[in-house]
């Protein structure tokens, strides 16, 4: 009888994310003292510039959504930050079947917006939203590469319920565990990999 490649087990798709873990995690470089003295700089760019991790980043993702939320609970909208929170929201919202919604800047989107104030690991910044992006009632995840301080996602979070959606959680390539930025948030915290 051939193999039940079909199987619902979540045993195969577990050891499938570990090694993607740990093919990510090498891929990480740690510069010190930029932008600014005192910060360890951690930089996700080698995974986008190697096809292969690329891959590797957005089914990692993807299980991590599947395996917190399951397949009836999935999210309606990713929320990702500007502008590494690009590099993979969309490529992951597509996978989920889910929409995808930028915060940018401020200044950068047109139309109707909100704003919130952020303080984050090294400065402060406006993000904004365009109050038409998410339907009141709609399941919302922010995604974004990085939580250092959770200034940044915090404000982020604090966007999509002005405008009404249901903050189901936020998703992270890389937590700096140090800095205690989960203890921002106010939803469920999922990352992949964490720094200390
Ligand atoms: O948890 P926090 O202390 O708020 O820091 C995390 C944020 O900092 C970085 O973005 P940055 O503002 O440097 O912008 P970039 O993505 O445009 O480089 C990172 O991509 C997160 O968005
Ligand atoms: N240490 C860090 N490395 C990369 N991105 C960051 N965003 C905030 N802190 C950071």
Not at 68 to 89: I, S, T, W
């Given at each position: 009888?051939?193999?039940?490649?079909?199987?619902?087990?979540?045993?195969?798709?577990?050891t499938e994310l570990a090694g993607l873990k740990i093919r990510?995690?090498?891929?990480?470089?740690?510069?010190?003292?930029?932008?600014?003295?005192?910060?360890?700089?951690?930089?996700?760019?080698?995974?986008?510039?190697?096809?292969?991790?690329?891959?590797?980043?957005?089914?990692?993702?993807?299980?991590?959504?599947?395996?917190?939320?399951?397949?009836d609970n999935k999210p309606d909208v990713l929320v990702g930050?500007?502008?590494?929170?690009?590099?993979?929201?969309?490529?992951?919202?597509?996978?989920?079947?889910?929409?995808?919604?930028?915060?940018?800047?401020?200044?950068?989107?047109?139309?109707?917006?909100?704003?919130?104030?952020?303080?984050?690991?090294?400065?402060?910044?406006?993000?904004?939203?365009?109050?038409?992006?998410?339907?009141?009632?709609?399941?919302?995840?922010?995604?974004d590469d990085i939580i250092a301080t959770g200034g940044s996602?915090?404000?982020?979070?604090?966007?999509?319920?002005?405008?009404?959606?249901?903050?189901?959680?936020?998703?992270?390539?890389?937590?700096?565990?140090?800095?205690?930025?989960?203890?921002?948030?106010?939803?469920?915290?999922?990352?992949?990999?964490?720094?200390?």
């Amino acid at each position: 009888m051939p193999a039940d490649r079909t199987s619902t087990s979540s045993h195969p798709r577990t050891t499938e994310l570990a090694g993607l873990k740990i093919r990510l995690h090498s891929a990480l470089r740690q510069y010190p003292d930029f932008p600014s003295p005192g910060v360890l700089f951690e930089d996700i760019l080698p995974i986008f510039s190697d096809a292969r991790l690329h891959q590797d980043l957005v089914r990692a993702l993807e299980i991590q959504v599947l395996d917190c939320y399951g397949q009836d609970n999935k999210p309606d909208v990713l929320v990702g930050l500007e502008a590494r929170g690009f590099l993979f929201g969309p490529s992951l919202a597509l996978r989920l079947g889910a929409g995808f919604v930028p915060v940018r800047k401020q200044g950068k989107l047109p139309g109707s917006t909100e704003t919130a104030k952020f303080v984050k690991e090294y400065g402060e910044d406006h993000f904004q939203i365009q109050r038409d992006a998410i339907k009141p009632g709609q399941k919302v995840i922010v995604v974004d590469d990085i939580i250092a301080t959770g200034g940044s996602a915090a404000a982020a979070g604090s966007l999509v319920t002005k405008l009404g959606g249901k903050l189901h959680g936020y998703l992270f390539l890389l937590e700096l565990d140090f800095l205690k930025g989960r203890e921002k948030l106010d939803a469920p915290v999922y990352t992949l990999l964490s720094s200390q």
